[in-house]
């Protein structure tokens, strides 16, 4: 699969990213095109935001370069690159573009300096940012040097404190995950339920939440425009006397959840709703859903 992808002259992606890791530096907006081999996931703290493992189609270039491309869709006809790495190091990856946006902004570094970099980075000795200040600091006074050790504690802070969030989400992702394959191997979706709940989860996940999937019940019956607390909702009656409801105007705008659930009264149902990452249980257990899906009979 290929995908068009946008990189912005003035963006981080052009000015740090590109030059150091690829050796490339635009003087203007381009389109280029990756060659996806996966999707990684979604990233942790933006939702419109996607990782892909994929090759890069470079000018000049013979081969197609290997990499990790994080994009974002924002409405454009391609998706914009945000930023770009070659290993999967994510973290002192992280820091290092950190680092090298930092001192670009502030008149130390500049994108042709980062594409002399280059091969330094394809032969290993750029691997991590303090490779980038050596380099500097060679051509630097000493109160220069003082200055960017300043700067570099500090983005050094900052992104130790992302990164920890990051992998504290990834790990609560992982529990939410793992509860949610418990209930699966209980009793299985539909083999297309199982495909539309996926998507469901994945969307979920990239907003910081996750899809729980309740117990199988009967649906017995489906109550449209109830007023339930002031909004108008859709009710599900269970087969253990139990009901669930769904504000339509913030989860339902096109009625499809409800014309769903109309279409599977009388059948063996699970539901799902969107409980925080973390605090599993926290709206499902007050009876909200978000989907329903059959269940094989």
Request: with cysteine; proline share 3%; hydrophobic share 35%.
């Amino acid at each position: 699969m290929t995908i068009k992808i946008l990189v912005e002259k003035r963006g981080h992606a052009n000015c740090d990213s590109l030059p150091l890791r690829f050796g490339y530096h635009f003087s203007d907006d381009v389109v280029l095109e990756l060659v996806q081999e996966k999707l990684i996931k979604p990233d942790e703290k933006y939702k419109d935001r996607f990782i892909y493992e994929a090759k890069i189609k470079l000018p000049s270039s013979e081969n197609l370069m290997h990499g990790y491309f994080v994009v974002v869709d924002n409405g454009k006809a391609q998706s914009t690159l945000v930023t770009a790495w070659r290993n999967d190091d994510r973290d002192t990856e992280y820091t290092l573009s950190e680092v090298i946006r930092a001192l670009r902004k502030d008149g130390k570094l500049t994108p042709q300096d980062l594409v002399k970099y280059h091969p330094l980075y394809l032969r290993g000795e750029i691997k991590k940012h303090s490779d980038v200040v050596e380099l500097l600091a060679k051509k630097m006074s000493q109160a220069e040097i003082e200055s960017i050790k300043i700067m570099v504690d500090q983005i050094e802070e900052n992104a130790a404190k992302i990164i920890a969030e990051k992998n504290k989400i990834q790990e609560e992702l992982a529990t939410a995950l793992e509860m949610n394959n418990v209930l699966e191997k209980k009793l299985e979706l539909e083999s297309a339920e199982k495909e539309r709940y996926q998507k469901e989860l994945a969307l979920a996940q990239s907003q910081g939440k996750t899809a729980t999937l309740s117990l199988p019940d009967t649906l017995v019956d489906v109550k449209e425009h109830q007023d339930y607390f002031g909004s108008d909702c859709t009710i599900l009656i269970m087969g253990d006397g139990s009901t669930k409801h769904m504000k339509l105007a913030t989860w339902d705008p096109t009625y499809s959840v409800t014309n769903k659930a109309l279409e599977l009264k009388g059948r063996r149902v699970r539901t799902t709703c969107w409980d925080p990452i973390g605090q599993e249980g926290r709206w499902s257990s007050k009876g909200y859903f978000n989907g329903i899906y059959a269940i094989e009979e």
